[in-house]
């Protein structure tokens, strides 16, 4: 009798497991937002909530040679993946981190100069960001413990700016730790790019 009970609970477990399983498979949105999201802290928001920030479009357009400070909102940038304003900027938050907004129609390339840092410290020494532009992937950027450079910037070439105008910069982050992680506080975000400023300007 017992070994029919044990048989049944088993069999029961194997169902629940197998099902869990078929459903992430079918459904990996299940997986990101209870996984990846809940439990790891690797996501700071779902696959849904991604599809519709793509979806977006400013409708006002951006400035060239304008400088854009990351401790303010602009109604022309749109941001998803960030923290709320810190000092002079914004943490990214997991392991990825996107801007959206609209160039004018121009025919010539233009330079995105981001002033930024990433979350390194002896703990923590060494965190890299590919930044993929509208599909396309760039080198990756490599931060370590101790380098000074606060600039980084990304060539956008006419080919690869949409009809609309509409650019969004995509920031794949690895070896983002939280301050908690770290013994440092309390603040569970994974931390990756501090970015204090982007300045949109053509290519000369």
Known sequence: MEQKKFRIILLTLIGIVYGFVLL?????????????????????????????????TAKQQVELYQ???????????FLLGFGESINDGKWTHGNLAKISFTLPKINFSVVLDFKLAAYINQHNPRITVVPVINGK?????????????????????????????????????????????????????KLGLFIEEMKIKPKH
Do not use: C
């Not at 400088?67 to 940038?77: A, V």
């Open 137 to 189: 992937q760039y080198n990756a950027w490599s931060f370590e413990n101790g380098g000074k450079s606060k600039r980084r910037e990304l060539l956008i070439s006419p080919e690869n700016i949409g009809s609309n105008g509409k650019i969004v910069v995509s920031f794949n982050i690895e070896g983002m730790k939280s301050p908690h992680d770290l013994g440092h506080g309390n603040n569970i975000n």
């Open 67 to 77: 400088t854009y400070y990351f401790n303010k909102d602009y109604p022309n940038i």
């Open 24 to 56: 992430f498979i079918v459904n990996p949105e299940i997986y990101e937002s209870l996984i990846d999201i809940h439990f790891l802290g690797n996501r700071a928001f779902s696959k849904k909530e991604e599809k519709e920030f793509d979806k977006k």
